[in-house]
């Protein structure tokens, strides 16, 4: 069993940068794929980004890369998600999630753990 919790959501302005943290525990944190998805008010949810915490290999969904980064600190059973050059449509619920296989997928019923979310909302 692995438990989530994210932080660090907030309002920022349209161009502003905020960093996301998900403390991970209840089992061995290097053996994980965690994931961030995202869902808007009316939208499903959808891909963010995810990193092998063992390789730290990353993905990121087309509409984020460039401006977003995916990291871990094993030490910490932590990983965060950098935000930068923020956009109005960034606007969402953001989860952290995380996939007991060594594959790193961007759909939802990959993921067997999720945290509850923490709001990101950008004002343009």
């Known amino acids: 069993q692995v438990q989530l919790v994210e932080s660090g959501g907030g309002l920022v302005q349209t161009g502003g940068s905020l960093r996301l943290t998900c403390a991970a525990s209840g089992r061995t944190f290097g053996d994980y794929v965690l994931g961030w998805f995202r869902q808007a008010p009316g939208k499903e949810r959808e891909f963010v980004a995810a990193i092998v915490l063992l390789t730290r290999t990353t993905k990121y969904a087309e509409s984020v890369k460039g401006r977003f980064t995916i990291s871990r600190d094993n030490a910490k059973n932590t990983v965060y998600l950098q935000m930068n050059s923020l956009k109005p449509e960034d606007t969402a619920v953001y989860y952290c999630?995380?996939?007991?296989?060594?594959?790193?997928?961007?759909?939802?019923?990959?993921?067997?753990?999720w945290g509850q979310g923490t709001q990101v909302t950008v004002s343009s």
């Open positions: 999630a995380a996939d007991r296989s060594l594959l790193l997928r961007d759909y939802e019923r990959a993921y067997d753990y």
